[in-house]
């Protein structure tokens, strides 16, 4: 029984995913809807497989734009949420500041990295940057922030220092928060490098889906959708498992969703 409901739960969103598809196909086609408004699903694979190599080298230049964010995002958000939640003061000081910044619509900022940087690859890894680090930040001060006040009186009735229970305790107690943030941060800093290249860039699935939408080819607009959505399943499911491989033990309950 075990056996069966783990194939399940393994199966069901392959399974919704064809179902989806397959509902969409059947109204596109049963409704005779025209590819311009909303292409069903097989005009959608036509135009994947039609436009396979532009699809291929604007989905690289996308996937490398976003990581080049996000290892940024990662960089700084950890650094900065270790300051935020080891200290009190930096806490009050920069917290609100925080909260306004991650509170201005990041495509708004495009402009501006484009006055400074010109148009192309750095606007959308800057982009992709600002819109995802916020949540490392916040992970990782809420992992150390919530270090149990009894576990650090203990730590220093035993004579451990400030710096020693933040790095033998309090660093290993928020990784679980951490790699939370990561899976949250690495879908957004595709939204990030996407609304860039669709306002600054001449490559990338943005650009791509702009050039195709000012055709009426809806098709590939839709492949590119479809490729990004897939690159972003991708790279949560990547860092899903290295959150399950590395922090294991913060989890009791093996099957539970990732």
């Given at each position: 029984?075990?056996?069966?409901?783990s194939?399940?739960?393994?199966?069901?969103?392959?399974?919704?995913?064809?179902?989806?598809?397959?509902?969409?196909?059947?109204?596109c086609?049963?409704?005779?809807?025209?590819?311009y408004?909303?292409?069903?699903?097989?005009?959608?694979?036509?135009?994947?497989l039609?436009?396979?190599?532009?699809?291929?080298?604007?989905?690289?230049?996308?996937?490398?734009?976003?990581?080049?964010?996000?290892?940024?995002?990662?960089?700084?958000?950890?650094?900065?949420?270790l300051?935020?939640?080891?200290?009190p003061?930096?806490?009050k000081?920069?917290?609100?500041?925080?909260v306004?910044f991650n509170?201005?619509?990041?495509?708004?900022?495009?402009p501006v990295?484009?006055?400074w940087f010109?148009?192309?690859?750095?606007?959308a890894?800057?982009?992709?940057?600002l819109?995802?680090?916020?949540p490392?930040?916040?992970n990782?001060?809420?992992?150390l922030?919530?270090l149990?006040?009894?576990l650090?009186?203990?730590?220093?009735?035993?004579g451990a220092?400030?710096w020693?229970i933040?790095?033998k305790v309090?660093?290993?107690?928020?990784?679980?928060?951490?790699f939370?943030?990561?899976?949250?941060?690495?879908?957004?800093?595709f939204v990030?490098?996407?609304?860039?290249?669709?306002?600054?860039?001449?490559?990338?699935?943005?650009?791509?889906?702009?050039?195709?939408?000012?055709?009426?080819n809806?098709?590939l607009?839709f492949?590119?959708?479809?490729?990004?959505?897939?690159?972003g399943?991708?790279?949560?499911?990547?860092f899903?498992?290295a959150e399950?491989?590395?922090?294991?033990?913060?989890?009791r309950?093996?099957?539970?969703?990732?």
């Amino acid at each position: 029984m075990a056996i069966k409901t783990s194939t399940a739960i393994k199966a069901a969103p392959w399974l919704l995913t064809v179902a989806i598809f397959l509902v969409w196909e059947i109204i596109c086609s049963g409704l005779k809807i025209p590819d311009y408004l909303m292409p069903a699903p097989s005009a959608i694979w036509a135009s994947g497989l039609e436009y396979a190599g532009p699809i291929m080298m604007h989905a690289l230049q996308t996937l490398w734009t976003t990581l080049a964010g996000f290892a940024l995002a990662v960089v700084v958000g950890m650094l900065l949420g270790l300051a935020v939640g080891a200290s009190p003061l930096v806490y009050k000081a920069c917290y609100p500041l925080l909260v306004g910044f991650n509170s201005i619509p990041k495509v708004a900022f495009v402009p501006v990295l484009v006055v400074w940087f010109g148009i192309g690859t750095i606007p959308a890894i800057l982009t992709a940057f600002l819109i995802s680090f916020f949540p490392v930040v916040v992970n990782v001060a809420t992992g150390l922030a919530t270090l149990e006040p009894e576990l650090e009186d203990v730590l220093r009735s035993l004579g451990a220092r400030r710096w020693q229970i933040l790095v033998k305790v309090g660093i290993p107690r928020s990784l679980p928060f951490f790699f939370a943030s990561l899976k949250v941060a690495i879908t957004l800093a595709f939204v990030g490098s996407v609304i860039s290249e669709t306002v600054a860039s001449n490559l990338g699935i943005g650009y791509l889906m702009m050039s195709a939408s000012s055709s009426m080819n809806m098709p590939l607009v839709f492949a590119g959708l479809i490729v990004i959505g897939v690159m972003g399943v991708v790279m949560y499911e990547l860092f899903a498992l290295a959150e399950k491989r590395l922090t294991g033990w913060a989890h009791r309950n093996p099957n539970a969703p990732g």
